[in-house]
């Protein structure tokens, strides 16, 4: 069974950077993709962005558009998630996901679900 741990979390400032490190280890031969998703305080989860494993397909969220840059490297089957510009609207809890190969349009969301379950994710806090 597919594990995903994030890690690359920390305090930055308004206007800094971060990158978000998703490793995964053990086999699956199903196709699918690698989705980041966040939740802050008192809100629900939402969907920030998903990559291809096999074609390297991405889509973002509105928010983050432009921001926001998932990238793969298959051989070290990493997916990381460089973030920039960032706000203090990003602060959350950041977590990874194996999740369906995305179809259709230009954004992403969250998906109808996610293969597996959640792990402990990895803290995002942008200061003012």
């Known amino acids: 069974q597919l594990q995903l741990v994030e890690s690359g979390g920390g305090l930055v400032q308004s206007g800094g950077s971060l990158r978000l490190s998703c490793a995964a280890s053990?086999?699956?031969?199903?196709?699918?993709?690698i989705g980041w998703f966040r939740q802050a305080p008192g809100k629900e989860r939402e969907g920030v962005s998903c990559?291809?494993?096999?074609?390297?397909?991405?889509k973002y969220a509105d928010s983050v558009k432009g921001r926001f840059t998932i990238s793969r490297d298959n051989a070290k089957n990493v997916v990381y998630l460089q973030m920039n510009s960032l706000k203090s609207e990003d602060t959350a809890v950041y977590y990874c996901?194996?999740?369906?190969?995305?179809?259709?349009?230009?954004?992403?969301?969250?998906?109808?679900?996610?293969?597996?379950?959640w792990g402990q994710g990895t803290q995002v806090t942008v200061s003012s």
């Open positions: 996901a194996k999740v369906p190969e995305p179809s259709g349009g230009s954004s992403w969301s969250m998906p109808r679900f996610i293969y597996g379950s």
């Open positions: 053990g086999f699956t031969k199903e196709t699918y993709a």
């Open positions: 990559i291809s494993r096999r074609t390297g397909t991405t």
